[in-house]
Structure formats: structure tokens, C-alpha cells
């Protein structure tokens, strides 16, 4: 199995600033990870697939990087739409998830 | 327009069955894998089981292999998640989702889920 390690477990940034979330495979994951949103009782919302390509319809703020095991999702000029759980997932072999960053408000 | 519909849920003893249902319109259903996913309410995402859209290549999470089978029907644009053996630690709400593109590719849209709760 896969895992993923995400860092770090909770942000707490201004609205405006910048954000940098981490996550680590445990082994080469190539390009096959994506990042999700997730918000108090929605589905989670796919932002980032192989590893830099936004999803549809996702603002131009959310980036992604990396290959292999080390990725990044930064989020520039936070909005307060923004602060939510986010998640990343690899899928190289079947699926397994980050266990989670929380950004919250500062 | 895409969508994903989740039933079957509900309350249920430790050691029983359930069978949930995953139906989905707006795509060509046979052409995308389709994953189920699940979540204790305030904690983290736990994929449980994926299919392809031939249903030759199925997958399991090591918490739920040798309990749970996912299978398909392509003329009923459905996928089912049958649960054997219950434990108190499957209670989640369970996320069916289906895949970007038809095969190795991330979740992009999910349905809304329906919550198994296991208890005595």
C-alpha cells in the first residue's frame, strides 16, 4: 500500500496570504496525484489532477508540483472561500488518501 | 449534466449484511471506473473498493477484502458495494465517485453518499 503524508495537519493563515501544502508518497507515485478540497458536509471537490493540471472550472490561484514521492498544492491570495480540508491522492496503485490538511483562519 | 446517486444505507447489526447502490446518468457509464470511498463523519477519506468500466480490474482495501464486492451493471448504469460481515469500524458515510478519464486516472465527480451505521 501506498501511503501518503501530509503536512502540515492544520494552516492558520490570513485571507489574502499564501498557502504551501506538502504531501509525500511512501514510494514513486510518478505523476498520478491529485489534490481535493473538501468542505463541512460537502463531497470533495477535485482541484489538482496528475499532479499540475487544474480541474475544470477551478480557479487560476490553485497550483500544483512535483513527481514521484514529494508534491506541493499552493494556494496564492487565500480567499475566505477557501479555508477548508484539503486532501491529497495517489493514484499509481488503485487509491490511497493523505490523511488531511485543515487551513483555517488565522 | 453528471451525477452520482448513493442508496442502500442505513442502521445495521455487527456481523450482518448491506448492499449499497451507486446510480449515475450524464456520462457514458461503461467507459469510467467507478470507486467507492468513505468517511467517519469528522475524520479523513478511506478509499474502500474501485472497478473498472468492464469490470475485469477490481480493487479492495486491505479493511475490507474477503467482505465486500463490488460489482456493475452496464445496462442499468449502476455499480453495488454488497457488505458482508459488518464491523462496528465500517460505520461512514460511503462516497461513490467516478473516474476523470477511462481508466488509472483521480475521482472527479462524486455523488453526495449514504451513511452505514454499524451498532448493536
Known amino acids: 500500500e501506498i501511503v501518503l503524508t501530509q503536512s502540515p495537519a492544520t494552516l492558520s493563515l490570513s485571507p489574502g496570504e499564501g498557502a504551501t501544502l506538502s504531501c509525500r508518497a511512501s514510494q514513486s507515485v510518478s505523476s498520478s496525484l491529485a489534490w481535493y478540497q473538501q468542505k463541512p458536509g460537502q463531497a470533495p471537490r477535485l482541484l489538482i489532477y496528475d499532479a499540475t493540471n487544474r480541474a475544470t472550472g477551478i480557479p487560476a490561484r490553485f497550483s500544483g508540483s512535483g513527481s514521484g514521492t514529494d508534491f506541493t498544492l499552493t494556494i496564492n491570495s487565500l480567499e475566505p472561500e477557501d479555508f477548508a480540508v484539503y486532501y491529497c491522492?495517489?493514484?499509481?496503485?488503485?487509491?490511497?488518501f493523505g490523511q488531511g490538511t485543515r487551513l483555517e483562519i488565522k | 449534466e453528471v451525477q452520482l446517486v448513493e442508496s442502500g444505507g442505513g442502521l445495521v447489526q455487527p456481523g450482518r449484511s448491506l448492499r449499497l447502490s451507486c446510480a449515475v446518468s450524464g456520462f457514458t457509464f461503461e467507459n469510467y471506473p467507478i470507486h467507492w470511498v468513505r468517511q467517519v463523519p469528522g475524520k479523513g477519506l478511506e478509499w474502500v473498493s474501485g472497478?473498472?468500466?468492464?469490470?475485469?480490474?477490481?480493487g479492495y482495501a486491505d479493511s475490507v477484502r474477503g467482505r465486500f464486492t463490488i460489482t456493475r451493471d452496464n445496462a442499468k448504469n449502476s455499480v453495488y458495494l454488497q457488505m458482508n460481515s459488518l464491523r462496528v469500524e465500517d460505520t461512514a458515510l460511503y462516497y461513490c465517485a467516478k473516474e476523470l478519464r477511462s481508466s488509472d486516472s483521480s475521482p472527479d465527480y462524486w455523488g453526495q453518499g449514504t451513511l452505514v451505521t454499524v451498532s448493536s
Open positions: 491522492q495517489q493514484r499509481r496503485h488503485w487509491i490511497t
Open positions: 472497478i473498472s468500466g468492464n469490470s475485469k480490474s477490481v
